[in-house]
């Protein structure tokens, strides 16, 4: 177990604006792909029909950026003492360690190593925290309660999700109840999916109140002169048992329903052996293994485990 009890939060200011391109070529080396991503980080833009260079920098949002910034990143845990614990993800990594003082005492370190890529921290964001009072990391949060360490979606996150919802359905009033459903149910379903694997039972429930109200709020919207009655029964049925669904008929009569998201069952996640990789023809059993696995609900068999450990000591 580990005695880490603070977190280096870190943030780079505009990670995927200031990506030195010189040196990705030069990290790269003298592979085939090299033109290639030379020609997509030297590829410019056009704004207000104006074609602006693009000096350094990848476009935030693009299919290659993350590959990039892994490569730009790609070798920070290396230069850190092995005290010092480490998890990234693209631009995103937090750095644990021991005491506070530890990471005070590394966070030059890591700015003249960021330096030398085109990047460095922003002091605004980047935060040294305890574990006691916890810390964000890809709109999950990381807390320990009482000795025992909980991950949780990120609460700014269930927020955001609650009020582009409600945005929405002001600006869209007067469109049909299945486009509502059509529109809500593949972002509930997505954003469920992410979080299902942490400590969501509790955030799930809270947002499919609040959908539910801001649900409510709009089929009333839509008939001021009718009753409560005669709106509940005209856009909600029971549905598996729950009374109070939202749900829609298509123009040939088939009935869609609204997800809810509270009735999402967690799942724990199960960590990877070793550097198991699922291009690693060798392990093809161990990751079907796991698919099946999580489908059934059940633990991972003791003799795939056994097999891979064996595989990745040879």
């Known amino acids: 177990m580990s005695k880490?009890?603070?977190?280096?939060?870190?943030?780079?200011?505009?990670?995927?604006?200031?990506i030195d391109h010189d040196f990705i070529l030069r990290k790269l080396g003298p592979t085939p792909a090299r033109g290639?991503?030379?020609?997509?980080?030297?590829?410019?833009?056009?704004?207000?029909?104006?074609?602006?260079?693009?000096?350094?920098?990848?476009q935030?949002?693009?299919?290659?950026?993350?590959l990039l910034a892994n490569i730009a990143l790609d070798g920070l845990q290396e230069a850190l003492p092995a005290k010092f614990g480490f998890i990234r993800y693209a631009d995103d990594f937090v750095v644990t360690a021991r005491s506070r003082e530890d990471l005070i005492s590394i966070l030059p370190a890591i700015q003249f190593w960021l330096s030398a890529r085109g990047l460095e921290l922003n002091d605004e964001k980047t935060k040294i925290a305890s574990i006691l009072d916890g810390f964000?990391?890809?709109?999950?949060?990381?807390?320990?309660?009482s000795g025992k360490c909980l991950v949780k979606p990120q609460k700014e996150k269930a927020q955001k999700l609650v009020q582009s919802i409600n945005e929405w359905l002001r600006r869209n009033r007067s469109v049909e109840p299945r486009v509502v459903i059509y529109h809500l149910n593949p972002i509930l379903r997505g954003?469920?999916?992410?979080?299902?694997?942490?400590?969501s039972s509790q955030i799930f429930q809270s947002v499919q109140n609040h959908i539910w109200k801001q649900i409510w709020r709009w089929c009333l919207r839509r008939h001021p002169a009718k009753s409560k009655a005669w709106v509940k029964n005209k856009y909600f049925c029971t549905c598996e048992g729950l009374?109070?669904?939202f749900f829609a008929k298509t123009p040939n009569g088939q009935i869609h329903y609204l997800i809810n998201i509270g009735k999402v069952k967690i799942q724990r996640h199960r960590k990877v052996i070793g550097s198991a990789s699922p291009d690693d023809p060798v392990l093809r059993n161990y990751w079907a293994a796991r698919r099946a696995g999580y489908h059934r609900r059940s633990a991972e068999p003791d003799s795939i485990a056994s097999a891979v450990k064996s595989m990745l000591r040879a």
Do not use: C, M
């Not at 880490?4 to 200031?18: C, E, H, P, S, Y």
């Not at 997509?40 to 990848?58: D, R, S």
């Open 243 to 245: 009374d109070w669904t």
């Open 60 to 66: 935030q949002g693009g299919v290659i950026s993350p």
């Open 191 to 199: 954003w469920a999916q992410y979080y299902k694997y942490a400590v």
């Open 136 to 145: 964000n990391f890809l709109g999950f949060n990381i807390r320990h309660y």
């Open 36 to 58: 290639l991503i030379k020609a997509w980080l030297k590829a410019g833009f056009v704004e207000n029909e104006t074609f602006l260079e693009t000096q350094a920098g990848t």
């Open 4 to 18: 880490d009890r603070w977190v280096l939060d870190a943030d780079i200011k505009g990670a995927f604006d200031n």
